[in-house]
């Protein structure tokens, strides 16, 4: 099991970006797919962006393509979530999670380890 910390979480207005990290240790990073998921309050968890563990496919949901790039650096063991034109709707808590699927892990049971959370908050 991966061990997650996200950072880089904050209140921002509109219109702007926040970059966030998810730092991984245990197991070989490069061998995870990684993830990022939201949740807002009273809302249930969704996923927002995927990425094998070779980092060559990724996957968007479809409220945030084209604003939102997943990156990952595995000579630092992180994984990292750009975000840009946000709007308050992408207010939520965001989690970082690791999967060992095979392909491009976008199902919240394709992944076995998840980060602790860090908030957005995205003032209009």
């Known amino acids: 099991q991966a061990q997650l910390v996200e950072s880089g979480g904050g209140l921002v207005q509109a219109g702007g970006s926040l970059r966030l990290s998810c730092a991984a240790s245990?197991?070989?990073?490069?061998?995870?797919?990684m993830g990022w998921f939201r949740q807002a309050p009273g809302k249930e968890r969704e996923f927002v962006s995927g990425?094998?563990?070779?980092?060559?496919?990724?996957y968007y949901s479809d409220s945030v393509k084209g604003r939102f790039t997943i990156s990952r650096d595995n000579a630092k063991n992180t994984v990292y979530l750009q975000m840009n034109s946000l709007r308050p709707e992408d207010t939520a808590v965001y989690y970082c999670a690791a999967s060992t699927y095979g392909g491009t892990p976008t199902r919240m049971g394709d992944f076995g380890s998840w980060g602790q959370g860090t908030q957005v908050t995205v003032s209009s």
């Open positions: 990425m094998s563990w070779g980092g060559g496919s990724t």
């Open positions: 245990g197991r070989t990073f490069s061998s995870y797919g």
